[in-house]
């Protein structure tokens, strides 16, 4: 069992960045896929970014160049790193770890303005 919180979120204008955090307790990442997903309203949850267990990552196209996935596992914390934020990365953004079961983070608000 892992418990996910997300922090980081908030406004910020059109070009700007925002580092989201996700810390975990209950176990130890460095054995989780993890990933950051986001869900825009109206819309389905997505998948933003994910990083494997030996850091390998993959982004969605509409991220790649702008956001990095990281992971600190001696810290057991997530990270993103979100530049040249746009007003359609709008959304809530959740943090997602995979091992023998999956484990959602409460999200956190990102809005971005024009």
């Known amino acids: 069992q892992v418990h996910l919180v997300e922090s980081g979120g908030g406004l910020v204008q059109a070009g700007g960045s925002l580092r989201l955090s996700c810390a975990a307790s209950?176990?130890?990442?460095?054995?989780?896929?993890l990933g950051w997903y986001r869900q825009a309203p109206g819309k389905q949850r997505e998948l933003v970014a994910r990083?494997?267990?030996?850091?390998?990552?993959n982004y969605a196209d509409s991220v790649k160049g702008r956001f990095t996935i990281s992971r600190d596992n001696a810290k057991n914390t997530l990270y993103l790193q979100m530049n040249s934020l746009k007003p359609e990365d709008t959304g809530v953004y959740y943090c997602?770890?995979?091992?023998?079961?999956?484990?959602w983070g409460q999200g956190t608000q990102v809005t971005v303005s024009s």
């Open positions: 997602n770890a995979i091992y023998s079961g999956e484990y």
């Open positions: 209950g176990s130890i990442l460095s054995t989780y896929v």
């Open positions: 990083i494997g267990r030996f850091g390998s990552t």
